[in-house]
């Protein structure tokens, strides 16, 4: 088994867009009629799915977590917050979770974590 595809379900996907691609640093792979946004991760997919305003959810439904080296992790969580990220969990010396979880400007959470040995 593998991890093929992360979702995230947006009601702006522009914004959503323009924070992800300044994050990963790279632009979508796929973009499909203004309602899908893909972006590569490796072997992995992250996709923005514009949902409508009758579609009920509340806050995040995913939280990817990205895994940074310690030299890493702090140009990382700077760089997230300066595109807009809140921190929601500051996790960094928690053994339980070596990293801090943000939101994205659009609500979606994600964590940014130290390298689980």
Same mark, same amino acid.
């Given at each position: 088994?593998?991890?093929?595809?992360?979702?995230?379900?947006?009601?702006?996907?522009?914004?959503?867009?323009?924070?992800?691609?300044?994050?990963?640093?790279?632009?979508?792979?796929v973009?499909?009629?203004?309602?899908?946004?893909?972006?590569? #991760? @490796?072997?992995?997919?992250?996709?923005?799915? +514009?949902? *409508?305003? $009758?579609?009920?959810? &509340?806050?995040?439904?995913?939280?990817?977590?990205?895994?940074?080296?310690?030299?890493?992790i702090?140009?990382?969580?700077?760089?997230?917050?300066? #595109? @807009?990220?809140?921190?929601?969990?500051?996790? +960094?010396? *928690?053994? $339980?979770?070596?990293? &801090?979880?943000?939101?994205?400007?659009?609500?979606?959470?994600?964590?940014?974590?130290?390298?689980?040995?």
């Amino acid at each position: 088994m593998k991890l093929r595809t992360i979702v995230f379900k947006v009601r702006n996907l522009e914004t959503a867009q323009q924070f992800w691609q300044q994050f990963l640093n790279q632009t979508p792979r796929v973009v499909v009629n203004g309602e899908w946004s893909e972006f590569r #991760l @490796g072997d992995a997919r992250l996709g923005l799915m +514009l949902v *409508d305003e $009758k579609d009920s959810f &509340v806050g995040s439904n995913c939280t990817p977590v990205f895994e940074y080296t310690d030299m890493e992790i702090h140009y990382y969580i700077d760089k997230a917050k300066s #595109l @807009g990220a809140e921190v929601v969990y500051e996790g +960094l010396s *928690d053994p $339980k979770v070596k990293g &801090v979880i943000l939101r994205d400007p659009v609500g979606n959470e994600f964590e940014l974590s130290r390298l689980h040995a």
